[in-house]
């Protein structure tokens, strides 16, 4: 009945929550750094269950490999490490959860409520696919999104450098 | 494969984007409410290739959205962080409640 990739499916989930929940509740901000990595690893992992090799591999490469690691350097620069965050007003803690717990109560309710049609057919995930269909100018084509990220991309790296090298001004 | 109904799925990436709603209302540390709005888009991510794989799997369009949303997402992390950064060389701080002028 549990067969292994079952019992994969809900231990990657619990993973990934765990690891989550560690990231958003833990008092060192490098700690909560690594439960993050270690979330995003779960993700892939997911991924990886799936049948998405090429989305699993963005996800590690992009957010493993790119924002983790600008994060962590950003802690570095900014932080003193070692020191505990100032801990978070209880009132808001409890407002938080309360409405946290509320959103996931109302948006599960709805879920199993509704009847989703599943189908068995597989979904081509080649790579081959992937490619043509980035670049493709057809109408299942990618090609002006594809662009439109190319500019966003070019747009955050100038903008990066305009505020990097803005002078700080002198303090009187 | 799908032995496992879609719901679970379906919770399983509300809870993570709960997760970090929760994150980004408790925290005020501005590098802590990045990685949580990190957390609320894998969530979405999850959901448009769980969407795209279990009910409509004729087409990539879901994929391609999460492909796009990671994109945009690096992006963003770029943008934040280089503010954040050049906010700690004015300020010394990276505390939202301390951020509360627009200009030095």
Same mark, same amino acid.
């Not at chain 1, 948006?107 to 493709?136: C, N, Q, R, Y």
């Not at chain 2, 999460?66 to 992390?77: Q, R």
């Given at each position: ?18 690891? =989550? ?20 690893? =779960? ?21 493993? =490999? ?72 057809? =109408? ?33 | ?10 919770? *399983?990436? $509300? ?16 590098? $802590? ?10 969530? *979405?991510?999850?959901?448009?290739? *769980? ?38 060389? $004015?300020?010394? $701080? ?11």
């Amino acid at each position: 009945m549990m067969d292994a990739s079952v019992i994969s499916f809900y231990a990657i989930s619990a993973f990934l929550l765990v690891f =989550g929940f560690m990231a958003v509740t833990a008092r060192k901000i490098f700690r909560s750094a690594i439960w993050l990595l270690f979330s995003l690893i =779960g993700i892939a992992s997911l991924y990886f269950w799936m049948d998405l090799q090429f989305l699993a591999a963005v996800q590690i490469i992009v957010y493993i =490999g790119g924002i983790v690691v600008l994060i962590i350097f950003s802690i570095f620069l900014t932080q003193h490490s070692g020191a505990d965050l100032p801990k978070a007003l209880r009132s808001r803690k409890i407002a938080a959860g309360f409405l946290s717990l509320l959103g996931f109560g109302v948006i599960a309710g709805i879920l199993s409520k509704t009847l989703f049609v599943e189908t068995l057919t597989p979904m081509d995930v080649d790579m081959k696919t992937i490619g043509k269909k980035m670049l493709s100018l057809g =109408g299942d084509g990618y090609a002006l999104p594809f662009e439109l990220v190319s500019v966003l991309l070019l747009a955050a790296m100038i903008g990066c450098i305009v505020i990097a090298v803005k002078k700080v001004p002198e303090k009187s | 494969m799908t032995s496992i109904p879609i719901i679970h799925f379906l919770i *399983v990436s $509300t809870a993570l984007f709960f997760i970090g709603v929760y994150g980004f209302f408790t925290r005020r540390n501005m590098i $802590t409410m990045l990685m949580s709005i990190e957390l609320i888009l894998n969530s *979405v991510n999850i959901n448009f290739v *769980v969407f795209n794989k279990y009910l409509h799997p004729e087409s990539n369009d879901g994929l391609f959205f999460s492909l796009f949303i990671i994109a945009i997402a690096a992006a963003e992390a770029a943008v934040a962080i280089a503010i954040i950064i050049n906010l700690y060389r $004015t300020h010394s $701080t990276i505390d939202v409640e301390d951020a509360n002028e627009m200009k030095l």
